[in-house]
């Protein structure tokens, strides 16, 4: 059964980090790419950034650009995100995710974690 497992959410300040981490059962990590979405309260599911198989490429959301960064360890199956100069609109529970290849759209992915929750106080 794959398992993606996030961790490292929590409370910060405005203008604090925080690095995420996500975890994956999958017995052929390195053939996958992956990627981090978001959910605010009440809102949609939206993408914030994904890596390609081999972590060569990375791709952001405008919104994140610049200040967040993803990478992988596919010796350890594991995917982080790296949050630096946190605004209070980056509060939201924060998905990893993987799929064939690093695309923006959700529907193209084939597992999902169950989400960690990221607060930012103003």
């Known amino acids: 059964q794959v398992q993606l497992v996030e961790s490292g959410g929590g409370l910060v300040q405005a203008g604090g980090s925080l690095r995420l981490s996500c975890a994956a059962s999958?017995?052929?990590?390195?053939?996958?790419?992956m990627g981090w979405f978001r959910q605010a309260s009440g809102k949609e599911r939206v993408y914030v950034a994904t890596i390609s198989r081999s972590g060569v490429s990375t791709y952001y959301a405008d919104s994140v650009k610049g200040r967040f960064s993803i990478s992988r360890d596919n010796a350890k199956n594991t995917v982080y995100l790296q949050m630096n100069t946190l605004k209070p609109e980056d509060t939201a529970v924060y998905y990893c995710a993987a799929g064939p290849r690093s695309t923006s759209r959700l529907d193209e992915y084939d597992y999902w974690g169950q989400g960690t929750q990221v607060t930012v106080s103003s």
């Open positions: 999958l017995r052929t990590f390195s053939s996958y790419a």
